[in-house]
């Protein structure tokens, strides 16, 4: 098992929590029934592993390299851990707590007995859970889990986009810094052209100029392409967790490969199931959990508080006679709270005002949900546009590069020409590997608005059951 799943192995699911003694508060977002944009048939594809799709074996290696060895998804995995240790704390409240004592002692003296004197003993105590203080703060240690393990399926959503997003942007430059340099070569044929021509008196020398301006401006595009594409080779090492210098050989081994084609998605599901697969939708459900529950810790300090004590223990004596004389005693014990200035009723208040905010927060997390999905459907529509409009550019414009060039060759045309045609092939060029890359990388970032790159499968979670998103309300969503 990879090691930052195998580290999130908890139940996280919201309705396996103990209940709160108080009643949760649910958002007050109108879900709509369907979306705006999108197409409303069902989602043709698992997008679980979504970069997958994509057919790039070398991303797919960098992703599934981030999923073990990224180092913000290790610190998320060990703050669950943490979470994880405070349930076990919070649920031994429950228990009685017992604790042993031991003695050894030799008197001195005239009246001194002889030998070694020894005793032992143990107390004990349990606090009653009448007032429910101990079920909150176990129901609030358990919704903190859930959000932490939710927390760190979003960020494992998270960082498989961006790897993704980098290496689809790695494969552009790569394409254009190669585009850079084929032009370059074509651009050097056409100065070696012009000063022979200006040799021969069949051009002025402006002709000549001209060329080395636009090979020089060709030029200095390389330096600024090599640079950029190493920054985000380093930005792909840092996120897959190793040193500069591998990712970017694995990115100039051989040819540049092209930027991937994305697979067309068909249909999304519906706004309520998409919420209940987003990771963040479903941390900040947990978070309001835990909120709720800590309004019942602190207003369990204004109630009695019943705890038992009881203890056992033998008198002085050899090792011999160690348990001829046993003694105990047990106490039960009330206590209330009669007066501290207001401090428990600011603790009830500072709790239901972070309730509050909790739920506001669940409320942020649902709408942005919401925004991403109508707004990444939209960016795939016209991308996907867009590389259609582009190629058809870079054809006419290929066919305009050409005979300018052939007719300069021939003496038919001047050289403003076809600088002119060649400035517009180049752009052509480059229009279409940007907006092939803009295709890919709206394609992630509408699976990543579709909840796609994590499974509840991965964190051994039992199925999605937990109300992650208000239900449709009856009335018409604006």
Request: aromatic fraction near 4%; proline fraction near 5%.
């Amino acid at each position: 098992m990879r090691r930052a799943l195998a580290l999130a192995a908890a139940p996280l699911a919201v309705a396996g929590c103990t209940t709160p003694a108080v009643e949760m508060a649910q958002p007050e977002i109108v879900v709509p029934t369907d979306w705006q944009i999108a197409d409303p048939a069902p989602i043709s594809a698992d997008l679980t592993q979504y970069w997958t799709l994509l057919d790039d074996p070398l991303l797919t290696s960098f992703v599934e390299q981030a999923i073990v060895e990224n180092r913000d998804l290790a610190q998320s995995a060990a703050r669950l851990d943490q979470a994880r240790a405070s349930v076990r704390l919070a649920r031994a409240g429950y228990l009685p707590s017992v604790s042993g004592t031991g003695g050894i002692a030799r008197d001195v003296g005239d009246l001194a007995r002889d030998g070694v004197q020894f005793s032992v003993g143990a107390d004990a105590a349990w606090e009653l859970d009448l007032f429910g203080q101990i079920t909150s703060n176990v129901a609030a240690a358990e919704g903190e889990l859930a959000a932490q393990g939710f927390s760190l399926a979003d960020l494992q959503r998270l960082i498989v986009g961006q790897v993704a997003i980098a290496t689809i942007n790695a494969r552009s430059t790569a394409e254009q810094l190669a585009i850079a340099r084929s032009t370059l070569a074509y651009q050097d044929d056409n100065l070696q052209i012009a000063r022979w021509r200006n040799q021969a008196g069949l051009v002025s020398s402006l002709d000549v100029e001209q060329a080395r301006t636009q090979r020089a401006q060709t030029a200095a595009t390389i330096p600024l392409l090599e640079g950029n594409l190493n920054a985000l080779a380093n930005s792909i090492s840092t996120l897959i967790g190793e040193a500069p210098g591998g990712v970017l050989e694995a990115l100039v081994a051989d040819e540049p490969e092209p930027v991937p084609t994305p697979p067309t998605i068909g249909g999304f599901e519906a706004p309520a199931e998409v919420l209940r697969r987003r990771p963040d939708v479903r941390a900040a459900e947990a978070g309001l959990f835990a909120s709720t529950a800590r309004i019942g810790v602190a207003r369990a300090q204004l109630l009695p508080l019943v705890r038992l004590t009881g203890n056992i223990g033998t008198g002085p004596g050899t090792a011999g006679s160690l348990f001829d004389i046993i003694t105990g005693g047990l106490f039960a014990g009330v206590s209330q709270l009669i007066f501290d200035g207001g401090r428990a009723a600011a603790q009830v208040d500072s709790a239901q005002a972070g309730a509050e905010a909790s739920l506001a927060a669940w409320e942020q997390s649902i709408l942005l949900a919401l925004e991403d999905v109508e707004t990444a459907a939209v960016d795939q529509r016209t991308a996907a546009e867009r590389v259609a409009i582009s190629a058809e550019a870079l054809d006419a414009a290929d066919n305009s590069a050409l005979l300018a060039r052939s007719q300069y060759q021939a003496g038919l045309t001047d050289f403003r020409t076809l600088l002119t045609a060649e400035n517009q092939l180049l752009a052509a060029r480059n229009q279409l590997v940007t907006s092939q890359a803009d295709r890919a990388v709206a394609f992630v970032r509408l699976t990543q608005a579709l909840g796609g790159g994590w499974s509840i499968t991965d964190y051994d979670l039992p199925p999605v059951t937990a109300a992650a998103a208000p239900a449709p309300s009856n009335r018409t969503a604006e």
